[in-house]
């Protein structure tokens, strides 16, 4: 069972626009969320995070939302720029020790940006 | 400081013969996790490992295991390789276990034949 789910396999969108990428998750006990960037031959790039007992982080020109009770969460990237294009995917873990170490991730969105 | 670093970076191995791929992990990380993304599965968690014991298996044959060091350096072995074992082998460090934020090297991408 897929328990964090982007179901939008690919976005593009204009330079200076806005990006906005989407995942759901299905597991309730999820307490902490991220967003990762993959560029091709790379391994995953942290971008931002969100824990559970909130509903918004920003770092610079990145916006998380979480919406619990949909169990969805957001990325907007504002404004995005050309070197944006990466595939992105959340992910996110479950407390406790049985979970330790592990993040479960989304199949990921590729996002390209058109100058 | 420097990033986590995996070696080899590309690897071709034959059916039945075994692998074993290195991990790096940040200086001062403590914790590493092992993935392996292909793709039809995405990223799959393979094992987490701290002051050098598995604190966190997931759901892959025995086929596939592990172990760290005091210096905190990772290593995970493959052994009786099967063709669906080529994938790209991620290794990510976190400063203490259970950590969330994980930070990943680029990889290394084995190729079964």
């Known amino acids: 069972d897929q328990q964090v789910k982007q179901n939008s396999p690919s976005l593009s969108v204009q330079e200076g626009r806005i990006s906005i990428l989407n995942c759901d998750y299905t597991n309730s006990m999820f307490d902490y969320f991220l967003w990762y960037k993959k560029y091709p031959a790379e391994g995953p790039t942290f971008l931002i995070s969100?824990?559970?007992?909130?509903d918004k982080n920003e770092d610079g020109r990145f916006t998380v939302f979480l919406n619990k009770s949909a169990k969805h969460l957001s990325l907007h990237i504002v404004p995005s720029q050309p070197g944006d294009s990466a595939v992105y995917f959340c992910?996110?873990?479950?407390?406790?020790?049985?979970?330790?170490?592990?993040?479960?991730f989304g199949q990921g969105t590729t996002l390209q940006v058109k100058p | 400081k420097a990033g986590v670093t995996q070696t080899p970076r590309y690897l071709i191995k034959t059916r039945g013969q075994q692998v074993t791929l290195s991990c790096s992990p940040i200086s001062g990380h403590r914790s590493v996790s092992w993935y392996q993304q292909t793709p039809g599965q995405g990223l799959q968690f393979l094992f987490e490992?701290?002051?050098?014991?598995?604190?966190n298996k997931g759901n892959f044959p025995g086929r596939f295991s592990g172990r760290q060091f005091s210096n905190s350096r990772s290593e995970m072995n493959v052994s009786t390789l099967e063709l669906g074992d080529s994938a790209l082998y991620l290794c990510a460090s976190s400063p203490q276990t259970g950590g969330y934020e994980q930070y990943f090297g680029p990889g290394t991408r084995l190729t079964v034949t």
């Open positions: 992910a996110a873990s479950v407390p406790g020790s049985s979970n330790t170490g592990k993040l479960i």
């Open positions: 969100i824990s559970s007992i909130k």
């Open positions: 490992y701290f002051s050098e014991t598995q604190r």
